[in-house]
């Protein structure tokens, strides 16, 4: 299956990932025809309603799996993942922080991947958006990340190649800091295309949990 693209110099997510149309022709979130990445995109498809509607679908997708997922094993530095759901309450949406929160280093574990540390920043082009990289334990190179908030929902994907997608993050702050904690769920690129491709839904999307935590030294 071909993976999606994750063009470059990328941006703020989904609006700048685009799928081959025949494995998605009737979902209208994902839009073969933008290319956010490009250096022509408009800049006012940085906060576009393409983000909103496709991550509203993950928590969709997911939101009864999350209900039954099990604590995870306790492991230094950080605890287990959990996902919103199943720990903290999410901030109340008058708390809900900008994307200039996500600034800094994170503590990355997800469920049954290695921990990991994310470190980001605003993003270079566009207003509202971060980029920056993520370096898991044991493994070489760096994936690259970018993301925004919007409306209270912290969305990051990430590329191991800088080119395809290979990781989608859907999550949110957690009280009681509501500054210092996100937990959601991550899900795999080429898994979730080969499920939304799949017919009469045979493949089922598996999402894991995840909390990124700010680095100490960070506020």
């Known amino acids: 299956m071909t993976p999606r693209a994750f063009r470059k110099p990328f941006h703020s997510m989904g609006r700048s990932l685009s799928r ?3 494995l998605l022709p009737t979902l209208p979130m994902y839009r073969s025809d933008l290319s956010l990445s490009s250096p022509t995109a408009p800049a006012s498809l940085a906060r576009g309603p ?16 999350l209900l ?3 604590a995870l094993q306790a492991c230094a530095p ?13 901030c109340p949406p008058a708390a809900a922080p ?22 980001l920043q605003r993003h270079p082009e566009y207003a509202g958006s971060v980029s920056g990289t993520l370096a ?6 760096t994936s690259r990340v970018v993301g925004d908030i919007d409306q209270g929902l912290v969305a990051l994907e990430e590329s ?20 210092s904690e996100i937990r959601g769920t991550w899900l795999d690129a080429q898994a979730e295309s080969a499920a939304l491709s799949s017919p009469d839904n045979k493949i089922k999307l598996r ?7 700010r680095a100490p030294g960070w506020q």
Request: hydrophobic share 35%.
């Open 160 to 179: 191991a190649d800088g080119k395809t997608t290979s990781g989608r993050w859907s999550g949110e702050f957690v009280a009681p800091a509501c500054d």
């Open 68 to 70: 039954s997922l099990a």
């Open 207 to 213: 999402p894991h949990a995840f909390v990124m935590r």
């Open 98 to 119: 900008g994307s200039q929160s996500l600034y800094g280093q994170w503590l990355v574990q997800v469920d049954g991947q290695p921990e990991g540390r994310m470190t």
């Open 136 to 141: 898991r334990e044991g493994q070489t190179g």
């Open 50 to 65: 393409g983000l909103r509607r496709r991550h509203r679908l993950h928590r969709l997708a997911v939101g009864a799996v």
């Open 20 to 22: 081959p149309p025949d």
């Open 78 to 90: 950080l605890p287990a993942a959990t996902a919103t759901t199943a720990g903290a309450p999410a």
